[in-house]
């Protein structure tokens, strides 16, 4: 079945530095790809989404790009802030299909 | 702009005790889902509707129950509560399946089962 793969958190980082939270996935076909974040004590909330090959999204400063090839999804962001620390899902849906699958989830914790 | 708001925010219950959990949206979306969120697992699908009166297992169904008797409205529902289902669920809506379709999420429920 399909799959979203994350890499484990939590990720630390100081303020200012450069941000990388892997995503994979597993499917048959060409699902849309999505990132989700949560905020402490929030429900999820769109950031970003690619619906094709080769599309970039891309919101508040991060970006992602969706790569066929790799069949990647790798969020970036080049300067992180405090207020950036929550939880990152990574998530497909199909064209046909009505469901998101998430991945894991990263935690990030940004310090001053 | 309420999108989609769940009840009650925070439940505990006992063993064996049956609870209905609420989630009501108001962007006219024909989409709702259940979720269960459990760490280190992200989100699992319980149940979902594509519409008014329909209803389908996600990944993750057993042991809850869900109906949607009207389009605004998706009820969960637990008969017999396990600590097994301790969790944080989610609901959430989305307008359609296409690739641009966005799912909107409530703020949760935490649910403990003691």
């Known amino acids: 079945g399909d799959s979203v793969t994350q890499m484990e958190g939590p990720v630390t980082l100081s303020e200012e530095a450069f941000l990388t939270i892997n995503c994979t996935y597993t499917a048959t076909g060409y699902p849309s790809l999505f990132w989700y974040v949560q905020y402490p004590g929030e429900g999820l909330q769109l950031l970003l989404k690619?619906?094709?090959?080769?599309d970039k999204g891309s919101n508040k400063g991060f970006e992602a790009t969706y790569r066929k090839e790799t069949t990647s999804f790798h969020l970036e962001k080049g300067s992180v802030q405090v207020s950036d620390s929550a939880v990152y899902f990574c998530a497909l849906r199909f064209n046909a299909g009505n469901m998101l699958t998430f991945g894991g989830g990263t935690r990030l914790m940004v310090k001053p | 702009n309420a999108g989609v708001t769940q009840t009650p925010k925070f439940r505990v219950l006992k063993t064996g005790q049956s609870m209905t959990l609420l989630c009501a949206q108001d962007?006219?979306?024909?989409?709702m889902y259940w979720y269960r969120q459990d760490p280190g697992m992200g989100l699992r699908l319980i149940h979902y509707?594509?519409?008014?009166?329909?209803?389908a297992k996600g990944e993750v169904p057993d042991g809850y129950n869900v109906s949607r008797l009207k389009k605004q409205n998706f009820l969960l529902g637990l008969e017999s509560a396990a600590p097994s289902q301790t969790s944080v669920y989610f609901c959430?809506?989305?307008?359609?399946?296409?690739?641009?379709?966005?799912?909107?999420f409530g703020q949760g429920t935490r649910l403990t089962v003691v």
């Open positions: 959430a809506s989305s307008y359609h399946g296409g690739p641009v379709g966005e799912a909107f």
């Open positions: 690619a619906t094709k090959a080769d």
């Open positions: 962007m006219n979306h024909e989409y």
């Open positions: 509707s594509v519409g008014e009166g329909t209803t």
